[in-house]
Each structure stands twice: as structure tokens, then as C-alpha cells.
């Protein structure tokens, strides 16, 4: 959109298909642009005949960029927090050259004092590595969930598997460093969480959807990804409060829901937590309910079981241990 707002800047009348052309896509597809310019309040206009097109209205100059002393610290934090945090697409030096644009236009006074902060900074976690996104597929995907409009994806799973798939997109959530978007897969009738960065293109579809009512796109998410195929089933019953257990076993990781009680009035039976959780290895468990400091209860699997009982007796000898006499 904004490389047509260059093109149109430069004057005089662009026809559909040079438009198209140059920006390659469709005239369906600039028609949309035009539409979202003037829904900016860009003064788009349309010239009909043989020779016709769009051409901005006479006198139209973009107003200058004004950014407060804050802000403009807001804005290279965020972009370099960003680029860290694995929540760029595609285009990696995009956040790098849009700083250095922003940078670039800065008053001497500023700009000093800005490089100041950012040579300053130092972070206590090491940069994300993580596949992005096409930036295309995430346009399209944010217009589509707006406007309530299905779409059509090509996915690759993460055995290397390719399908095509028509999906109502209820949102899209960014957890971990990576970008997933929710929704529902119209051919199986069943929500399904899928990866951005393994989506290879994407197409909008006619009609319309209505999202479920009270939906939380971010809570499916994580509830999709603590319900994800692995290796190991994991159900356990944890006495303790959501939060006690969540400390250590996000919801993204677990799903923690009330277990019946037996007695109703009998502190033995009241307290107790449901928590199920998938897995591809156990050994990282027993460290994280020894953690917990919590009673609980393993009902399945049984190797769970052996592992938390050999870190109880490694644990158990450490403690024994006498430091050697000087």
C-alpha cells in the first residue's frame, strides 16, 4: 500500500494494470489498496476513460513525521525488543533499516541521546532463534481475521507434510518468539492452532464467518500447544491452588481443571487439581514438581514414577553427604 502511495505521489494518472505491474498483484488487489488509502483519508482519486486509472488529488503532500522525545525512544526500543524477541517476518533487515531511517532524521541533539540508551543496553537472554513469517501471509491473514472473511492455506507440518486447507481465522497470537494463528478448519469441522512461519501462501476466499461468542485466541493457543501430540501422556493430581501450579506449569505447557471430591468436607480430598500435560522426554518433570513443594499424586506413566523416585534418592544422598575436614 504504501509503495502504490509512492507510485501515485510521483504524478499524473496510473492506469490498473501498470499498477498491478509494478506492484505485482492483481487489480483486485490494487482496488483493495486504493480502498484502504482512502480509508486513511488519502485523497485517491479515480479517472474513468479509455486512458483512466487512480491519481492523487492536486496539492497532496504526506505530512511530516513528528515524534516526541519519548516516542521516538518508544519506537527503536520496540524495534530492537522485536527483532530480539523473534517477532519480525521475513524481511530480517526490515527493523534494522527502519531504524536507521528514524535514526537518520533525527535532530543531532536527539539522535546522541538515543545512542546513548541503545549502546548502553544490554539484555539478559540471548537473541530468539526462530523461523519468521512471510510478511504476505501475515497481512493477508490480519485482514482476513478482521473482516471475517475465510481463507484458503498451504501448511507444512512439522514431519514435512504440505496440505491445503480453508480456515476461518479467529486471531492472531504471538507466544514464545513465534506467530500462530487460530481457528477453525472448515473441512474437519475442528479448531486448529497452525505455525505462520509454515504457512507458504494464502488466499482469500468468498464469504463471510462469525466467530464463536466470548472467544480468547491467545487461551486456545496455549491450549492447543499444552494438548499437542507428544511422546508421553502425562495426568497427574497436584494439592495446591491454579496459581501455585501454573508457577511452574504455564498453560501452555498444562491444562489444570478441578478433580471431584470424594468426601466433600474432608481436607484429604479437597484442594485437588487435575493436571495433564503432553510430553516428548520426563526427564525435565521431577525437578519441576520437587519445585512445586506440593503433594501429588502420579496416575500415569509409570516411568514418571521411577524418575521422580531416583531424583528423591539422589537428592536424599546429597543431603547425607559430610563436607571433607579441611
Given amino acids: 500500500m504504501l509503495t502504490l502511495l509512492e507510485l501515485l505521489q510521483s504524478g499524473g494518472i496510473r492506469t490498473m494494470s501498470e ?51 519519548d516516542e521516538a525512544l518508544a519506537v527503536l526500543l520496540g524495534l530492537v525488543a522485536g527483532r530480539r524477541a523473534g517477532l519480525m517476518t521475513t524481511t ?15 535532530p543531532e541533539r536527539l539522535a546522541r541521546r538515543l545512542a546513548t540508551v541503545l549502546e548502553s543496553l544490554a539484555f539478559t537472554a540471548p537473541p530468539g532463534e526462530f523461523a519468521a513469517p512471510e510478511a504476505a501471509v501475515l497481512l493477508s491473514i490480519a485482514d482476513a481475521v478482521r473482516h471475517r472473511r475465510p481463507i484458503s492455506i498451504r501448511y507444512t507440518a ?55 461468542a466470548g472467544l480468547d485466541p491467545a487461551q486456545r493457543v ?30 501452555s505447557v498444562a491444562t489444570v481443571e478441578e478433580s471431584p471430591s ?39 506413566p509409570d516411568d514418571l514414577r521411577s524418575l521422580v523416585i531416583a531424583l528423591a534418592d539422589r537428592l536424599a544422598a546429597s543431603a547425607r553427604r559430610v563436607p571433607p575436614h579441611a
Fill in 19 to 69: 499498477l498491478a505491474d509494478r506492484l505485482r498483484v492483481d487489480e483486485r488487489t490494487v482496488r483493495r489498496y486504493v480502498d484502504h488509502l482512502i480509508d486513511l483519508d488519502v485523497p485517491v482519486e479515480s479517472v474513468r476513460g479509455r486512458y483512466g486509472g487512480y491519481r492523487l488529488a492536486p496539492g497532496y503532500r504526506m505530512p511530516p513525521l513528528m515524534l516526541s522525545d
Fill in 92 to 106: 530480517g533487515t526490515a527493523s534494522e533499516t527502519a531504524a536507521a531511517k528514524i535514526r537518520r532524521v533525527l
Fill in 158 to 212: 512439522a514431519d514435512g507434510r504440505s496440505s491445503e486447507r480453508t480456515l476461518h481465522p479467529y486471531g492472531l497470537v504471538a507466544h514464545s518468539g513465534r506467530w500462530y494463528v487460530t481457528g477453525a478448519d472448515a473441512e474437519i469441522g475442528e479448531d486448529r492452532t497452525f505455525r505462520l512461519d509454515r504457512i507458504a501462501d494464502t488466499r482469500t476466499l468468498p464469504g463471510s464467518f462469525e466467530p464463536p
Fill in 222 to 251: 496455549l491450549s492447543g500447544l499444552a494438548k499437542a501430540g507428544y511422546r508421553h501422556e502425562v495426568v497427574l493430581r497436584i494439592q495446591g491452588t491454579v496459581e501455585q501450579i501454573r508457577a511452574r506449569l504455564p498453560a
Fill in 262 to 300: 470424594a468426601g466433600g468436607a474432608d481436607p484429604e480430598t479437597e484442594g485437588w487439581l487435575r493436571v495433564e500435560l503432553r510430553a516428548e522426554r520426563l526427564d525435565w518433570l521431577p525437578p519441576v514438581l520437587a519445585s512445586l513443594d506440593r503433594p501429588f499424586v502420579i496416575e500415569r
